[in-house]
């Protein structure tokens, strides 16, 4: 029977408004179990006692005068803070807790195994700290948890323990430091009913990518056990990214990523809970998602529901029941470092150096930083720490945050996304390198580095002082063009990253940095793994396949991927994914690689593009990509995706290729599909006629076209004076490919890198009409000002 008391209050009798009288963890615990029920949001029951209870344990304890003459003492002496802490929690632990208070948990505890159905529910005893006049501070993490206590004298004193830790020498401090008075804060003890993750998995999840920021997907990350190796960082958990907007209408998980899993946290010996011990997960299980697909779509439903009760961005923590099969959600607080960002102007960095890459790990933060590195074991080191050193440790905890604002960079050796390392430095700022493996082996205090987060999803420390740019793209004032400007996006990794610039679609997702980035082995090596003779790389695609029964579907499932982030970045602008235009000499590069590519003396001139489609010798490589294609546009239901052919030399070439594309499922015409080509050889633009009949639209290959038209190899150090966009022969070319495609009823873009470094260029293809022009990103907003300019001067008066 739910009752409302002043010193104990069951869950669903609480509100979010609730935070002065029982903390914001069980505030909001309340707010889901009342409100979000009916949404099908599972939250495990519980009650928690007030602060109103806190506060009566200390009166009839008649703790007042002693705490403040602690207290005093501490101020006279902050060396003090061990002895005073612990006099403090001595002195709350071992207050009686009073009558009524003692009852009213054992009433309720009783109830709530009465709900379940059990004698003695297990259950997590959890603090959650409040100030009176200051209800929206945050303490979170610097209070005790106990785990898996059973039984009314374990819960009630775990209640006492909670209470107690309060003041926690962490505790103390933060409170100092932020200026909280120690005597008008309060505790709320949460006692809810375990999930037994133990026996499946937990972690937490984001409704927005906490990297960048990007608001319309939900990053969630998972490990076996307890969610408590995941909010620490001991573990390197699965990560799933599941598309918003196409919840419900699809099955929009457009990335999924398997973390190491090497340990668990599991429930320890003894029933008073508290004690946890980490396990070892066999190396065959670490292969398992924790999650399935249908798991993981269920829960970012749940997410997507959670934000919008809250009408904001939300943090969640989940776990799943191995008994039940069952999800729940554990708790829900906002979003703390990407909320309230809304900046005006993007920083952008760039290394311009080159160096050897020492250390990797996940990348946080998009910055850059270099300095001294200092290998410390533990906190209690920090002093030798020097200011604008890199940190470099095994993972980090609340008490490193002091040396972790000192620091120009951070590097673990553990940790995931969501661990404290990760969540600390992206809020201070920080590059940071996390969950490197080996980085306290590897590198050596005293030694200079340069941490690097700014290319993409993966971080690196390099060796020395490298130099880098940064730089500061306002997104004022942005003008509205008439030109569709869009953005060539290389990895992946990178996608979400430039969410905030205006582009309109992605001109150009080129398929090779997939292969190379995400899936590193050559297809056909994935085919025909027997023809592979090179045993390093036999041995290397093993490991990289382990887990799938089939080694073509990792090309896929990793290909797929790929295509789906940068097509959900940009979602629903128009994006074009072109699919492999590697030289032979790359292909060959790739795992296995060697045994299936042709020596070319010309390779930029050879085996590339549509040639290859159809060819024995890749064509069963190109059905993959097909599939992966029709993966990302059916099952995500990332129908924006527009696909594009390289290098197509000659019309008969472009029919076979449509016809195998056709055989693969991915028809032109059929559920909207669009296939563009590249005009990227002169005969492109001499035949545009012909090309316009077979494809939807055009897309100029300034690199590759300027090469074929000046006759110089784009990659020629001697000849680089010669090689320039702007000659008027290849100027003509452009004129004449916008004047006859748009006669024929098609559109023309470009994708070369020609706009994005000569304005003038830009100004040109305006001017002739061009209807899209693709940019990198770091040069979208300089051209975007460019183009309005033209287009202004076009107007006439
Ligand atoms: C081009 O040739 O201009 C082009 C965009 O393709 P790539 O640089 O990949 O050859
Ligand atoms: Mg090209």
């Not at 890199?390 to 120009?408: C, E, G, I, S």
């Amino acid at each position: 029977m739910a009752r409302r008391g002043a010193l104990v209050r069951w869950f669903e009798d609480v509100r979010r408004d609730d935070v002065a009288s029982v903390g914001g963890k069980n505030a909001s615990l309340g707010e889901m179990t009342a409100k979000l029920r009916d949404a099908g949001i599972a939250v495990p029951g519980g009650f928690a006692t007030t602060a109103a209870a806190y506060r009566q344990v200390l009166r009839e304890a008649g703790l007042d005068d002693a705490m403040r003459e602690q207290l005093e003492a501490l101020e006279r002496d902050p060396e003090a803070l061990p002895k005073v802490g612990a006099a403090l929690r001595k002195l709350v632990r071992e207050a009686p807790l009073p009558k009524a208070l003692e009852a009213e948990v054992r009433e309720a505890y009783a109830e709530l195994s009465r709900r379940y159905e059990v004698e003695a529910a297990d259950v997590a005893v959890r603090s959650s700290a409040t100030a009176e006049d200051l209800p929206e501070a945050s303490f979170a993490g610097q209070q005790e948890t106990f785990l898996n206590v059973r039984g009314a004298d374990a819960v009630l004193a775990a209640v006492r323990r909670c209470m107690a830790s309060l003041f926690t020498d962490r505790a103390i401090a933060y409170r100092d430091r932020h200026g909280f008075d120690h005597l008008s804060v309060a505790l709320s003890v949460g006692v809810q009913k375990m999930v037994r993750s133990d026996m499946a998995g937990a972690g937490v999840a984001f409704t927005l990518d906490p990297e960048t920021g990007f608001p319309r997907v939900v990053v969630i990350n998972a490990a076996f056990g307890l969610g408590e190796s995941v909010v620490s960082g001991q573990v390197d958990p699965d990560q799933y990214v599941v598309f918003r907007p196409l919840l419900g209408q699809a099955r929009p998980i457009v990335d999924k990523r398997r973390g190491g899993k090497e340990i668990r946290v599991d429930y320890g010996e003894g029933g008073e809970g508290r004690e946890t011990v980490t396990l070892e997960v066999p190396e065959g299980e670490r292969l398992r998602w924790v999650l399935s697909d249908d798991e993981i779509l269920t829960l970012a439903t749940w997410c997507e529901r959670i934000e919008a009760h809250y009408g904001r961005p939300m943090d969640i923590e989940w776990a799943k029941d191995g008994e039940s099969g069952e999800l729940f959600i554990v708790q829900a607080r906002p979003e703390t470092v990407q909320r309230g960002r809304n900046p005006t102007s993007l920083e952008s960095f760039r290394l311009e150096g080159e160096g050897e890459r020492l250390v990797t790990g996940l990348a946080i933060g998009q910055g850059i930083a270099a300095g001294p590195v200092c290998v410390l074991g533990s906190a209690a080191e920090g002093a030798a720490f020097p200011e604008g050193g890199v940190l470099v440790t095994a993972m980090t905890d609340p008490d490193w945050v002091p040396v972790m604002r000192r620091a120009a960079a951070i590097v673990t050796d553990h940790g995931g996304r969501t661990s404290h390392a990760a969540i600390v430095s992206r809020e201070l700022g920080v590059p940071a390198v996390i969950g490197a493996g080996d980085a306290t082996a590897t590198l050596r205090s005293g030694d200079e580095v340069t941490v690097s987060c700014a290319e993409g999803d993966a971080g690196y420390v390099y060796r020395g002082r490298l130099a880098w740019r940064q730089e500061a793209i306002s997104l004022e004032d942005l003008p509205e063009t008439r030109t569709r400007l869009m953005m060539n996006l290389a990895t992946p990794d990178a996608a979400f990253r430039w969410w905030r610039l205006p582009a309109r679609g992605v001109g150009l997702a080129r398929m090779e940095f997939i292969l190379s980035d995400a899936i590193r082995v050559h297809p056909m090596a994935l085919l025909r793994p027997e023809q592979v003779e090179d045993a390093a790389a036999r041995r290397e695609i093993e490991a990289l396949t382990a887990g799938y029964e089939d080694k073509a579907e990792y090309f896929v499932e990793r290909l797929a991927f790929g295509i789906a982030r940068i097509a959900a970045a940009l979602h629903p602008e128009p994006v074009v994914v072109r699919t492999s235009d590697f030289k032979t000499n790359e292909y060959a590069q790739l795992l296995g690689g060697r045994a299936f590519e042709p020596r070319e003396e010309n390779p930029m001139l050879g085996f590339r593009g549509a040639s290859r489609y159809y060819s024995p010798r890749y064509r069963d490589a190109f059905a993959l990509e097909c599939r992966a294609l029709r993966r990302v546009r059916e099952e995500m239901g990332l129908a924006n995706v527009v696909v594009m052919i390289p290098f197509c030399r000659t019309l008969e070439e472009a029919d076979r290729v449509l016809e195998i594309m056709a055989e693969q499922g991915l028809r032109r015409g059929e559920r909207g599909l669009e296939v563009f080509v590249m005009a990227e050889i002169p005969s492109n633009i001499l035949l545009t006629e012909g090309f316009a009949e077979r494809f939807d639209g055009f897309s100029i290959g300034s690199n590759d076209l300027t090469q074929l038209t000046l006759g110089v190899d784009r990659d020629s150090a001697e000849l680089k004076h010669v090689f320039d966009e702007r000659n008027p022969a290849v100027k003509a070319l452009v004129a004449d490919l916008i004047r006859r495609a748009h006669a024929a009823g098609r559109k023309v873009g470009i994708c070369g890198q020609a706009p994005s470094d000569y304005p003038d260029f830009a100004a040109f293809l305006v001017e002739e009409g061009i209807d899209s022009i693709s940019l990198n990103p770091d040069s979208l907003v300089r051209t975007l000002h460019t183009v309005a300019e033209a287009e202004a001067r076009l107007k006439p008066s």
